[in-house]
């Protein structure tokens, strides 16, 4: 998915996405949803038709890069990388930033 807000640079955010699996396929980015700062986003969805499903390869979780690996590779800072086994919801989505603005003393 891709998101259809602006990020502001210069301060600290809270970036999450959950995928539910509910349809997969060529249509699996309707089922990612995308947050920021503990709240859902407007996103529009990427689907792509030579998706098939999530499986239990050997290749590498990669955060803050695309698929080759070089190009638009994130530059700012980050914190707090959390990855699950579950489809997080949003209220799951609105602890977590509790608990980084307890953590890091934020106000997100």
Request: charged share 10%.
């Amino acid at each position: 998915r891709t998101s259809n807000a602006a990020i502001t640079t210069g301060s600290w955010h809270l970036f999450g996405a959950t995928y539910s699996a509910a349809t997969g396929g060529a249509t699996a980015a309707n089922d990612i949803t995308l947050y920021q700062d503990g709240a859902v986003i407007a996103s529009t969805a990427t689907n792509v038709g030579t998706y098939v499903a999530m499986e239990p390869h050997v290749s590498p979780i990669e955060i803050g890069t695309d698929t080759a690996h070089t190009l638009r590779f994130f530059s700012g800072s980050m914190a707090f990388i959390c990855v699950t086994q579950r489809n997080l919801s949003a209220a799951d989505h609105a602890n977590f930033r509790v608990l980084i603005n307890n953590f890091y003393g934020l106000s997100l």
